[in-house]
Structure formats: structure tokens, C-alpha cells
């Protein structure tokens, strides 16, 4: 399988995920058990985690103590649109790529972590097809910035038979 043009996210549209445990969030504990594939931003590739539905997005990297180098998370967004993200409750400072039209848009460079109450808030004005954060440094080490192309290894049959993706009843295949 080759890289697919960020686009092909298109074809996920329909899918819901459905979890049996209790929140991640509520429990202070890092989310596990998230698909994965690969992300290639300027000719680097890069291996993430996905993070299908609203609570996985809200969870992210949340309680983390570390991201290894070549690693990150993926928050694909079907339709594109305004994002924001913050880093309450995030231990490990990142790097946040943007991503639209298939290239990166803009590179938040080593976001620290917040611990209190009022957290700053990175987002851009466009609406963006997904957001990849990755290990605080790696944008600059890797030289990456906006114009970038960005390409996702994707196994759709794969993704979707991940046990933490299932079809909600009544909403599509």
C-alpha cells in the first residue's frame, strides 16, 4: 500500500467509534488502544496514532510522560474545519502541524504543557483536514514548515477493524 493523499480521509466519513470503558480522561491515564498508520510531512515519515472520535480528540495526548522520537498523534477532520487545541493536562511539550490541501499550513513549535486553569489556545483561521502533533523539536529538526506536502499511509480495511471502531446502528454502512 502506498501513501494516499490526505483526502482519502473522505472516505472514512460515516464512522462512528463506540468505547466500553470508562473516559481516559476522567481516570487521569493516558488513552491506549488507538489506531495506527503513517504520516509523511516533507518527505519524513512519521508513525501515529489516530484519534477517530470527539473523546479520543478531546483525550489526545492528555497524561502522556513521553513521545518517542519518529512518533505522534493524528486528529483527522471530516469535513474540514476550524480547529483549536490546548495542552491542559498534557505532560510533554509538542509540536502541532496544521494540515490542509494536502500540505502543512502553519507549525506550532514547542507548545508547552499547561497546568492551570486557564490554558492558551493554538488554532488558525483556515479549516484544516487534520492536525499531527509530534514530539516537541522535531518540526525544527526535521525542518519542516508551511508548503509542505503531507501524505497518510492509510489502511482503510485495517482502521476499520480496529476493535475500537464499530458502525453505529442506523448511521450508514
Same mark, same amino acid.
Given at each position: 500500500?502506498?501513501?494516499?493523499?490526505?483526502?482519502?480521509?473522505?472516505?472514512?466519513?460515516? &464512522?462512528?467509534?463506540?468505547?466500553?470503558?470508562?473516559?481516559?480522561?476522567?481516570?487521569?491515564?493516558?488513552?491506549?488502544? @488507538?489506531?495506527?498508520?503513517?504520516?509523511? &510531512?516533507?518527505?519524513?515519515?512519521?508513525?501515529?496514532?489516530?484519534? %477517530?472520535?470527539?473523546?479520543?480528540?478531546?483525550?489526545?495526548?492528555?497524561?502522556?510522560?513521553?513521545?518517542?522520537?519518529?512518533?505522534?498523534? @493524528?486528529?483527522?477532520?471530516?469535513? $474540514?474545519?476550524?480547529?483549536?487545541?490546548?495542552?491542559?493536562?498534557?505532560?510533554?511539550?509538542?509540536?502541532?502541524?496544521?494540515?490542509?490541501?494536502?500540505?502543512?499550513?502553519?507549525?506550532?513549535?514547542?507548545?508547552?504543557?499547561?497546568?492551570?486553569?486557564?490554558?492558551? &489556545?493554538?488554532? %488558525?483561521?483556515?479549516?484544516?483536514?487534520? &492536525? @499531527?502533533?509530534?514530539?516537541?523539536?522535531?518540526?525544527?529538526?526535521?525542518?519542516?514548515?508551511?508548503?509542505? $506536502?503531507? @501524505?497518510?499511509?492509510?489502511?482503510?480495511?485495517?482502521?476499520?477493524?480496529?476493535?475500537?471502531?464499530? $458502525?453505529? $446502528?442506523?448511521?450508514?454502512?
Amino acid at each position: 500500500m502506498g501513501f494516499l493523499v490526505v483526502g482519502l480521509w473522505v472516505l472514512l466519513f460515516g &464512522v462512528a467509534v463506540t468505547q466500553a470503558e470508562e473516559p481516559a480522561m476522567a481516570l487521569g491515564k493516558p488513552q491506549t488502544g @488507538l489506531p495506527e498508520t503513517q504520516v509523511a &510531512v516533507g518527505g519524513k515519515t512519521y508513525h501515529v496514532e489516530v484519534a %477517530i472520535t470527539p473523546q479520543q480528540e478531546q483525550i489526545g495526548l492528555m497524561y502522556r510522560t513521553r513521545l518517542p522520537k519518529g512518533h505522534g498523534m @493524528l486528529f483527522p477532520f471530516i469535513p $474540514p474545519r476550524r480547529v483549536s487545541f490546548w495542552m491542559k493536562n498534557t505532560k510533554i511539550s509538542l509540536d502541532m502541524l496544521f494540515v490542509g490541501h494536502g500540505h502543512l499550513l502553519h507549525v506550532f513549535e514547542d507548545v508547552s504543557p499547561c497546568e492551570g486553569e486557564s490554558c492558551t &489556545v493554538y488554532g %488558525i483561521e483556515e479549516p484544516v483536514e487534520m &492536525v @499531527l502533533e509530534l514530539p516537541a523539536g522535531t518540526a525544527h529538526r526535521e525542518h519542516l514548515q508551511a508548503g509542505d $506536502p503531507v @501524505l497518510v499511509k492509510l489502511s482503510l480495511e485495517k482502521l476499520l477493524q480496529h476493535p475500537s471502531a464499530q $458502525p453505529v $446502528p442506523g448511521k450508514g454502512k
